[in-house]
C-alpha cells in the first residue's frame, strides 16, 4: 500500500518559474525522500531530509518537512524543459519505504 | 547511470507463462529491493534481501511470486503462471546497510506485458 499523496497530480509551468509539489503522509517517518523518473526510466534519489529537519537546499531544489501537519514539499526553482518529469516523495520508517503516486511535472520550454 | 541493471527491459508473455527478471545491484551494496510500478502509480514494495536473506515480503507478492538472491550479490523475481494484472513496471533498488538513511538506487527496470 502506498503512504505519501502527492498534490497536485499535474502541473505545468513555463520554463523559468517555480514549480511546487506537496506530499501528506500518514504513519511517523524516520526521513521523506523525493525521486524523480523520466518516463519509462527508473527513479533518481533527489534529496533527503530527516524527520528532525524542517528545511533543506540542494541546487535548486528546496524541500520543506512539517511533522506535525505530516506534510512535504519540494520546490524547484528556475525550472527547465529538462526538469521534466515525475516526482515521488517516499516516507521511510525503520527499513520501510513508502511511494506516493507522484506528481507529473511539465516545463514548457 | 546508477549502477543497478536489470534484464529483460521489456517482457512480452501470453497469460498462464512463467517469467524471470534479473537484477544486478551495485556491487558493495547488501541491501537489495524489488517494487512493482503500474501506469500512474508510485512504486510499490514487493520484497528485500539483506544479503541473501529475505527479510521481508509484501502481502502483494502472492504465491505465484518468488524471488531469490542466493549469493547476496545479483536476484532474480519469478512469476509463475502470470495474469493480466501481473503486467506492471517491476523496477529493483539497491542500497548499503551502513547508510542509515536508507537512499535507495534504482535500476531501469523491466516492463511485462501479459497478454
Known amino acids: 500500500s502506498q503512504q505519501g499523496e502527492e498534490d497536485p497530480q499535474a502541473l505545468s509551468i513555463q520554463e523559468g518559474e517555480n514549480a511546487t509539489m506537496n506530499c501528506s503522509y500518514k504513519?511517523?517517518?524516520?526521513?521523506l525522500q523525493w525521486y524523480r523518473q523520466n518516463s519509462g526510466r527508473g527513479l533518481v534519489h533527489l534529496i533527503l531530509i530527516r524527520s528532525n529537519e524542517r528545511e533543506k537546499h540542494s541546487g535548486r531544489l528546496r524541500v520543506t518537512l512539517d511533522t506535525s501537519k505530516k506534510s512535504s514539499s519540494l520546490l524547484i526553482t528556475a525550472s527547465r524543459a529538462a526538469d521534466t518529469a515525475s516526482y515521488f516523495c517516499?516516507?521511510?520508517?525503520?527499513?520501510?519505504?513508502?511511494f506516493g503516486a507522484g506528481t507529473r511535472l511539465t516545463v514548457k520550454p | 547511470d546508477t549502477g543497478v541493471s536489470q534484464n529483460p527491459r521489456h517482457k512480452i508473455t501470453k497469460r498462464g507463462q512463467n517469467v524471470t527478471f534479473r537484477c544486478d545491484p551495485i556491487?558493495?551494496?547488501?541491501?537489495l529491493y524489488w517494487y512493482r510500478q503500474t501506469l500512474g502509480q508510485g512504486p510499490e514494495f514487493l520484497t528485500y534481501?539483506?544479503?541473501?536473506?529475505?527479510?521481508?515480503k509484501s502481502r502483494l507478492l502472492s504465491d505465484r511470486f518468488s524471488a531469490e538472491r542466493p549469493k547476496g550479490s545479483f536476484s532474480t523475481l519469478e512469476i509463475q503462471r502470470t495474469e493480466q494484472g501481473d503486467s506492471a513496471m517491476y523496477l529493483c533498488?539497491?542500497?548499503?546497510?551502513?547508510?542509515?538513511?536508507?537512499?535507495?538506487?534504482f535500476g531501469p527496470g523491466t516492463r511485462l506485458t501479459v497478454l
Open positions: 534481501f539483506q544479503n541473501e536473506a529475505q527479510l521481508e
Open positions: 533498488a539497491s542500497s548499503l546497510r551502513a547508510q542509515p538513511y536508507n537512499e535507495q538506487f
Open positions: 504513519t511517523s517517518i524516520n526521513n
Open positions: 517516499a516516507t521511510v520508517n525503520n527499513n520501510d519505504m513508502r
Open positions: 556491487s558493495e551494496h547488501n541491501r
